[in-house]
């Protein structure tokens, strides 16, 4: 069966440029998370869309962070004006009715 | 807030070596508690939970137990192997938060030699 799918796997931007993460959940998963993990700051919560419910965005760093979930399915997250400390892997993670969350492989993000 | 903080690594252990690695929180209300397992280049996966007081977690010969009264979720496995090696993340979802979004601890490398 489809996990957690993200793309692309790897990117590398330039400092300034506008950059894109798609997620696609399992189908079937109501509730989507982002999350970043990098070397100094560990695993962070970013952004959580439940069902048709208004995102709950508290995790994100800054307001040049931003994401949405059409059709209650696929989630972009896109960052505006990149800057070298938002270098870092960024996953998605989706679950059901259960509490256990399945994460995705990733998006590597350089931005040099 | 909610935390979790777990044992710094790396660390270092031998094949059939006992292991330990130890995690607290801080929490308000009840907490569920895993503890998620990345292997090298691979994603992160759930390796076990425990939703309540004295829920014993357990999978492929690791075990937790959630402690409310020392406010512990320490992992432990009899007899580590080679394929053990990789990055452990203690993590809790409180319904104080967001949905059920996971706070993590910021992961202990293991390495086991053989």
């Known amino acids: 069966g489809a996990g957690v799918s993200q793309s692309p796997s790897n990117k590398v931007t330039e400092k300034g440029k506008d950059v894109e993460l798609r997620c696609d959940p399992i189908s079937g998963h109501t509730a989507l998370y982002w999350y970043r993990q990098s070397l100094g700051q560990g695993l962070e919560f970013l952004i959580y869309f439940q069902g048709n419910s208004a995102p709950d965005k508290s995790g994100l760093p800054s307001d040049r962070f931003s994401a949405e979930r059409t059709g209650g399915s696929v989630s972009t997250l896109t960052i505006q004006r990149t800057q070298q400390e938002d270098s870092a892997v960024y996953l998605c993670?989706?679950?059901?009715?259960?509490?256990?969350?399945?994460f995705g492989p990733g998006t590597r993000l350089t931005v040099l | 807030g909610n935390s979790v903080t777990q044992m710094e690594g790396p660390v270092t252990l031998s094949e059939e070596a006992f292991l330990t690695i130890n995690c607290t929180y801080t929490?308000?209300?009840?907490?569920?508690l895993f503890w998620y397992v990345q292997y090298p280049g691979e994603g992160l996966q759930l390796l076990l939970k425990?939703?309540?007081?004295?829920d014993k977690g357990s999978n492929k010969g690791f075990e937790a137990t959630y402690r409310k009264e020392t406010t512990s979720f320490h992992l432990e496995k009899g007899s580590v192997q080679v394929s053990d090696s990789a990055v452990y993340f203690c993590a809790l979802t409180s319904a104080n938060q967001a949905g059920t979004a996971l706070i993590f601890g910021k992961g202990t490398t293991l390495s086991v030699s053989s």
């Open positions: 425990a939703t309540k007081a004295d």
């Open positions: 929490a308000t209300g009840y907490p569920s």
């Open positions: 993670a989706s679950s059901g009715r259960g509490a256990e969350q399945f």
